[in-house]
């Protein structure tokens, strides 16, 4: 028995309706096209499906991620390069400076001077080439001698002098003990003159060769040129404080003897002078 599709009355397999008189519609059979209800929960299923599996899938691959991230464990830390036979440096200590290299132990400072400039030359020793022999002077017929210590006496009227040109020789003074050098010097020729009985006056700087340049060395190798003019003047030049035990005073040119019978064939040099102050080693 159906209902009445107008009034919703009860009827039975007529062909109207008992109550309003409206034709009764045959229950459709069941055809090739119409869907029952079994098959449209399985539209229904089909439907939904896709969705499910997609949410499975990401839900896997969101738990194959963790997995695999618990399976590799937390990053392991930089590597710190060891140097060899010490340890690593440690991280959380605050880095400390390198001392400095005057803090270095046992290291020696530069030696200083402990008092002013003084003349050192008068306490050296010295070696000197060859000396010329001795003469007799013509103002009173004394024996005049020209050994090396003529060189540090402090009197410009004597000299020491070898035979002819001495240019490329040597003269080296050896210091009483280690000094900085702040000034050199010499009287670069014989820087006398002498009045023999009869009135006649000899000039022996003009007459005997006189040192044009010489180089003061010493024991560092420094090297100081000193290029001389025709003075008898103490002639000087700056040494710039160096520390030093020793000079080497080296004569580079020297010029020709004098004009007339009694030039002299001598290379002469009347003083040399050293102002050094001693120093303290560190």
């Given at each position: 028995?159906?209902?009445?599709?107008?009034c919703?009355?009860?009827?039975?397999t007529?062909?109207?309706?008992a109550?309003?008189g409206?034709?009764?519609?045959?229950?459709?059979?069941?055809?090739?096209g119409?869907?029952?209800?079994?098959?449209?929960?399985?539209?229904?299923?089909a439907?939904?499906?896709?969705?499910v599996?997609?949410?499975l899938f990401?839900?896997?691959?969101a738990?194959?991620?963790?997995?695999?991230?618990?399976?590799?464990?937390?990053?392991?830390?930089?590597?710190v390069?060891?140097?060899r036979?010490?340890?690593?440096?440690?991280p959380?200590?605050?880095p400390?400076?390198a001392?400095?290299?005057s803090?270095?132990?046992?290291?020696?400072?530069a030696?200083?001077?402990?008092?002013?400039p003084v003349?050192v030359?008068a306490?050296?020793s010295?070696?000197?080439?060859?000396?010329?022999?001795?003469?007799?002077?013509v103002?009173?017929?004394?024996?005049?001698?020209?050994?090396?210590?003529?060189?540090v006496?402090?009197?410009?009227?004597t000299?020491w002098?070898?035979?002819g040109?001495?240019?490329?020789?040597?003269?080296?003074l050896?210091?009483?003990?280690?000094v900085a050098?702040s000034r050199?010097?010499?009287?670069?020729?014989y820087?006398?003159?002498?009045?023999?009985?009869?009135g006649?006056t000899?000039?022996?700087?003009?007459?005997?060769?006189?040192?044009?340049?010489?180089e003061w060395?010493?024991?560092?190798g420094?090297t100081l040129?000193q290029d001389?003019?025709?003075?008898?003047?103490l002639?000087?030049?700056?040494?710039?404080?160096?520390v030093?035990?020793?000079?080497?005073?080296?004569?580079?040119a020297?010029s020709?003897?004098g004009?007339?019978?009694?030039?002299?064939?001598?290379?002469?040099?009347?003083?040399?002078?050293?102002?050094?102050?001693?120093?303290?080693?560190?």
């Amino acid at each position: 028995m159906s209902s009445c599709h107008r009034c919703g009355a009860a009827t039975p397999t007529g062909r109207f309706c008992a109550e309003c008189g409206a034709p009764v519609a045959a229950s459709p059979a069941a055809g090739p096209g119409s869907a029952s209800p079994r098959d449209a929960s399985a539209g229904r299923t089909a439907r939904v499906l896709p969705w499910v599996v997609g949410a499975l899938f990401v839900v896997l691959l969101a738990a194959g991620g963790a997995l695999l991230v618990l399976r590799e464990g937390p990053e392991e830390p930089a590597a710190v390069d060891v140097p060899r036979g010490g340890a690593g440096r440690d991280p959380d200590r605050a880095p400390t400076s390198a001392p400095s290299p005057s803090a270095s132990p046992g290291e020696e400072t530069a030696p200083t001077p402990t008092g002013d400039p003084v003349e050192v030359a008068a306490a050296a020793s010295i070696t000197v080439p060859a000396t010329a022999p001795s003469s007799v002077d013509v103002a009173d017929g004394s024996t005049t001698s020209y050994d090396d210590t003529r060189l540090v006496d402090g009197d410009p009227t004597t000299c020491w002098r070898t035979s002819g040109d001495a240019g490329g020789s040597e003269i080296v003074l050896d210091l009483a003990e280690p000094v900085a050098l702040s000034r050199v010097g010499l009287v670069n020729g014989y820087a006398k003159t002498a009045t023999d009985p009869r009135g006649t006056t000899y000039d022996w700087y003009s007459l005997n060769r006189r040192v044009l340049a010489v180089e003061w060395v010493l024991d560092d190798g420094t090297t100081l040129r000193q290029d001389l003019g025709e003075s008898r003047e103490l002639q000087t030049l700056d040494a710039g404080g160096a520390v030093t035990s020793s000079v080497r005073l080296r004569i580079v040119a020297v010029s020709a003897p004098g004009d007339g019978l009694d030039a002299k064939d001598y290379t002469a040099l009347s003083e040399v002078s050293l102002l050094g102050a001693p120093v303290a080693a560190g």
